[in-house]
């Protein structure tokens, strides 16, 4: 029986360590924590957003190997991933957007019925074990832990151990040298999905605010790159999905002078010009108008910030005026000055680079007999159920490949 040790125990860790069990090798699965899936059992805001209908797009993701990255995800759609998890117990649903849930909408949940899977496919847990070395011996590794009395053999070695992103979960970055030692590139790792800080005097009187916006991310006037989503104001900087997804350019253009250009109408513009222009409302309150379209705050800070009179009519409104309010709405420019620290970050950016890695097994090009899946790898999704998708992917894909493949003595 194949003896395989998988080290961390996310969600890339336990989607391993439930294929391979399946398909009958000796699980080791080895966790620095107390309990297994910590981060997984918080994602989601607690909901676990645990896929997405759109997650086999690789153009959606950041990753400078688009091509491995393409067919690594072809051979795990989402609805794989769905009948994956309702064998293991957990049934879903998808929202109008793409993004599914679990039906209990409980991440909690989630990670207590995949460990309880585990521990009936006779997997063998080992908690609050920090693997400390990677030790190659003849026929397979030698993982050491903190204890020098205690270690531990097996002929693979899955590697899931995440990303030093959002510690609170006990995420740890105390491998990435062992792998530097082997022959593999770490590229730099840095905060991703991560609230930005901006300049707070200009947005201040904002803050609470939450609405959904469009956001680019500008360096000297050039678009980055730019998203719709929801963000939300704060006394620090900008919060929510709309920034977070441009964190890790910030993370990596941290030397360059950035700004945000906000559109607190991404969706409502052609609504607002109808409404502006129906002669119909002349006795309107210019301030009326915006405040069916915005939250009582933006509304007045947006009259306020654009000079004009909030009891101002329609009628007494100039078509100028008008399209400067507009304009505006759509234009609220604000200085970058950073991203918020790991502890605030839910991913990081870099890692492994996936072309040091086999696409067919995830199995190391540089060591045979050494895997690894998720956040580890160099690959990064937006919010909404991409990241989990990719931990789970490949892991499975992992732990699939590690029970078939030749062991390191027959390489």
Known sequence: MMKIGIIGGGAAGIAAALEASKNGAQVLLLDANSVLGRKLSVTGSGRCNITNMHADDADKYTCREK?????????????????????????????????????????????????????????EI???????????????????????????????VIVATGS??????????????????????IRPVLPALAPILTDPRPLHKLQGVRLDAGV????????????????????????????????????????????????????????????????????????????????AKAAHFMLKNSGMQEDLTLKETTHAEKQHILHTLKSIEVEVRGTREFN?????????????????????????????????????????????????????LAGRSATTLPHPAAL
């Not at 360096?219 to 939300?232: C, E, F, M, P, R």
């Not at 072309?355 to 050494?370: R, V």
């Open 126 to 156: 080992h908690l609050q074990t920090l693997i400390t070395d990677i030790r190659i011996k003849s026929g397979g590794f030698i993982l050491t832990t903190a204890n020098p009395d205690v270690s531990y053999h097996a002929e693979c």
């Open 216 to 295: 680019q991310l500008l360096h000297d006037g050039q678009v980055l790159a730019s998203t719709k989503g929801n963000i939300i104001f704060t006394r620090w900087g900008i919060n929510g999905p709309g920034v977070m997804d441009l964190s890790h350019l910030v993370s990596q253009n941290a030397n360059k002078r950035l700004t945000l250009c906000i559109n607190l109408i991404p969706y409502q513009e052609s609504a607002l010009m109808q409404m502006l222009s129906n002669k119909a409302n002349e006795k309107m309150p210019l301030l009326a108008c915006l405040l069916a379209f915005l939250p």
């Open 344 to 396: 605030h970050s839910q991913l990081s950016t870099g890692g492994i680079p996936l072309s040091e890695i086999d696409t067919n097994s995830m199995q190391s090009k540089i060591i045979g007999g050494l895997y690894f899946a998720g956040e580890i790898l160099d690959v990064l999704g937006p919010c909404g159920g991409y990241n989990l998708h990719w931990a789970f992917a490949s892991g499975i």
């Open 67 to 123: 091509t491995a990255l393409k067919k690594i995800l072809s051979q795990f759609e989402p609805d794989k991933l769905i009948a994956f998890l309702q064998d293991a117990g957990i049934p879903t649903y998808a929202t109008s957007d793409g993004w599914v849930y679990p039906l209990s909408n409980s991440a909690s949940n989630v990670a207590t019925i995949l460990e309880k899977r585990l521990r009936t496919q006779g997997a």
């Open 164 to 185: 030093p992103a959002f510690p609170q979960s006990g995420a740890r970055d105390n491998l990435y040298e062992i792998f530097q030692r082997m022959g593999h590139t």
